[in-house]
């Protein structure tokens, strides 16, 4: 949505896009045990979100950029884990798959990433815990937890973060990314 004044709205999130070949490992996996599954729809663009800041104006991008380009993005190694069927308690709405962060790097890059964003009056952190997770699927309807293999995946690193901007479509979201900040 445009105003009078040259300013957009945009749909933003910060997220940690996947090697290829985790993604590659990841969705063989979904076709095998997820997509057969009628109540559920797997999940568009894999990665790792961090924070999500929503509706933002587009003037705020250029702050934006700068206060993630002042972060130091860790080369992290990270690893999946367990199938998570969230919320925790109650009927599940989605099927994600937890990431394992031994060194907690990227428990604190996301703290500084919210703590930074937080600072520009953009961004309010959650008051839960940030769970490292990738959402692969989620349920058509509230449902139940069932039976699932986890994925055989080693080790990988996380290349960079990345500032994206989200359109919704009626056939999922499109993501366009406005500014990476490659690990070091």
């Not at 949505?1 to 997220?15: H, I, K, N, P, T």
Request: with cysteine; charged share 25%.
């Amino acid at each position: 949505m445009r105003s009078g004044d040259g300013d957009e709205r945009l749909r933003l999130f910060v997220a940690a896009d996947l090697p290829p070949d985790v993604l590659a490992a990841v969705g063989e996996w979904r076709r095998r045990c997820l997509a057969p599954r009628e109540e559920l729809r797997l999940a568009g663009g894999l990665h790792l979100t961090l924070c999500f800041l929503g509706d933002t104006s587009s003037l705020q991008v250029p702050a934006i950029v700068a206060a993630l380009g002042a972060l130091a993005v860790p080369a992290l190694r990270l690893a999946l884990g367990d199938v998570l069927f969230l919320p925790e308690k109650g009927r599940k709405r989605v099927v994600a798959l937890r990431l394992e962060d031994p060194s907690e790097g990227l428990v604190r890059l996301q703290r500084e990433m919210s703590e930074a964003l937080r600072r520009l009056r953009l961004y309010r952190p959650e008051r839960r815990p940030f769970l490292p997770h990738l959402t692969v699927a989620r349920f058509r309807r509230p449902g139940q937890a069932f039976p699932l293999q986890n994925v055989n995946v080693q080790g990988f690193g996380l290349p960079a973060v990345i500032l994206y901007s989200s359109v919704l479509e009626k056939g999922g979201a499109i993501h366009t990314p406005l500014a990476a900040f490659p690990a070091s």
